[in-house]
């Protein structure tokens, strides 16, 4: 069954820097695209990236520039690098990806930006 497992969430100061992974199974990773959307408290899951199966990348407003999605279907690892990040940053980010036409996500992995 697909399973996305993501990690690498934790505690930063406003401006630092973290790069979260998603370790992806039970499919062909290299065939399919991949996203990050995040959840804050009191607000609705938002698109963050995505990227395709042939590399293509896509962003959401707020995070581009600072934001960096990339995957290694050596390791069936999708990868999000967040720079200069903000409190407003602070979420749970969850992997994403679908397959057959149904949705899968991951557990989610909290962000929290905070001096």
Do not use: H
Request: contains cysteine; aromatic residues 10%.
């Amino acid at each position: 069954q697909v399973q996305l497992v993501e990690s690498g969430g934790g505690l930063v100061q406003p401006g630092g820097s973290l790069r979260l992974s998603c370790a992806a199974s039970g499919f062909v990773f290299s065939m399919l695209g991949l996203g990050w959307y995040r959840q804050a408290p009191g607000k609705e899951r938002e698109l963050v990236a995505t990227v395709t199966n042939s590399g293509s990348t896509s962003y959401g407003n707020s995070v581009k520039d600072r934001f960096t999605i990339s995957r290694d279907n050596g390791k069936n690892t999708v990868y999000l690098k967040m720079n200069n990040l903000t409190p407003e940053d602070t979420a749970v980010y969850y992997c994403y990806t679908k397959r057959n036409s149904r949705d899968y996500w991951g557990q989610g992995t909290q962000v929290t930006v905070s001096s």
